[in-house]
């Protein structure tokens, strides 16, 4: 009995665990059954999921893409223009370069030049100092008095000291004993006669003799108030007849009356008497004039010096009294001096300056010639 309860005991166990295992088992199959809903969910939701951030990261890119475009952009044209830019500076440093090169090789040029200049100088100084001889020295003397002479003639108008100068400059060319000379010495004799000829104008004394006279102005007496001539008049005659006696009593009562009332008519223009105003603008006029005559005497300028003296001896005649010694004399000075002539026309150059130039000329280049080939 006891063997029979174990033995149903053990297998009411195994039918229990049989029966555990069963249920075990349903419930897995229960468990499988319900695993696919929920994992399809899963999966849908993953989908959705994965098109929203394929969709988030398609839209990053284009945005991105779409930055990078505009960057790329920006910097190509920023690269353009920063190469325009030095385009432009490389072309304005060339410019600039070639001006200064062009400069720098116009300076070396004048430089070169000026230093040749110098050489040939300093090679006819040379030369000079080699080869000079008493009539070298003669040379150079007659050459410096001949273009003193015409610095006296053109800017000073001195002809005398012209003259003077051009004839010792032809005794130092005569001292020289040269007949290659006498072409010189024939233009030297043409320009002494030619100064001779001109007529020398006494300027200084011209102006003191106008400067005594403004000194005179003020001491000429004025002239009275000029009337014209009185018209003759014929006094009436008392007659003897007696029926004229109207008449010889009106010529007598006429007769009574001038020795009280005189009355004269005179037919003309009468020049009245100056006023103390207009006396002093006279002479101060007379004066102006005078002053401008001495300025066309060192000008030069014959016109205007004979004109302002006429009309000073016209304001003289008019208004100063010509009865008097000092005005008679006043005007006949100037007069005189109306018809002095103050312009001269000078010779338009001196012969003798560019023949003498050149003679000296030949003789230093000949001697440059002669001293370089000697350094040969």
Do not use: C
């Not at 555990?20 to 419930?27: F, G, I, L, P, V």
């Not at 116009?106 to 100092?129: G, Y």
């Not at 100037?334 to 000329?361: A, G, N």
């Amino acid at each position: 009995m006891a063997n029979n309860n174990n033995q149903k005991t053990e297998s009411d166990k195994k039918h229990d665990t049989s029966q555990d295992n069963k249920q075990t088992t349903d419930n897995k199959t229960k468990a499988s059954a319900s695993v696919p809903k929920k994992s399809s969910k899963t999966g849908a939701v993953a989908l959705i999921l994965s098109i929203l951030i394929g969709t988030g990261l398609s839209y990053e890119i284009y945005h991105q893409s779409t930055l990078y475009k505009n960057e790329i952009s920006q910097l190509k044209q920023q690269i353009q223009q920063n190469q325009k830019t030095l385009d432009s500076r490389l072309e304005s440093v060339q410019s600039q370069s070639s001006k200064d090169i062009a400069q720098v090789g116009q300076q070396t040029k004048v430089e070169l030049d000026q230093n040749q200049k110098s050489i040939k100088s300093l090679q006819m100084a040379v030369a000079d100092m080699k080869g000079r001889s008493p009539n070298d020295w003669l040379l150079a003397e007659a050459d410096y008095l001949v273009k003193l002479s015409a610095r006296k003639l053109y800017l000073e108008h001195d002809i005398f000291s012209a003259t003077e100068l051009l004839e010792n400059a032809d005794q130092r060319i005569a001292s020289l004993n040269d007949p290659n000379l006498f072409p010189l010495r024939q233009a030297m004799a043409n320009d002494i006669t030619a100064l001779k000829a001109l007529p020398i104008i006494d300027r200084d004394g011209l102006v003191l003799r106008l400067m005594s006279l403004q000194k005179q102005v003020d001491k000429l007496p004025l002239a009275n108030a000029i009337l014209p001539k009185e018209s003759e008049v014929k006094k009436p005659v008392v007659s003897s007849d007696v029926s004229d006696w109207k008449t010889n009593l009106l010529t007598s009562l006429k007769e009574f009356s001038e020795n009280f009332i005189t009355f004269r008519t005179r037919d003309g223009n009468v020049t009245p008497l100056l006023s103390p105003k207009q006396d002093f603008y006279l002479r101060e006029n007379i004066i102006a004039k005078l002053d401008l005559a001495i300025r066309a005497v060192y000008d030069e300028k014959d016109g205007i010096y004979s004109t302002a003296l006429e009309t000073a001896s016209d304001w003289s005649h008019s208004y100063f009294d010509q009865d008097s010694t000092s005005v008679q004399q006043f005007e006949n000075t100037l007069k005189t001096l109306s018809q002095q002539k103050v312009q001269v026309t000078y010779p338009v150059k001196l012969q003798s300056q560019d023949i003498l130039s050149k003679i000296i000329s030949d003789k230093l280049s000949r001697k440059v010639t002669s001293f370089t080939a000697e350094e040969k």
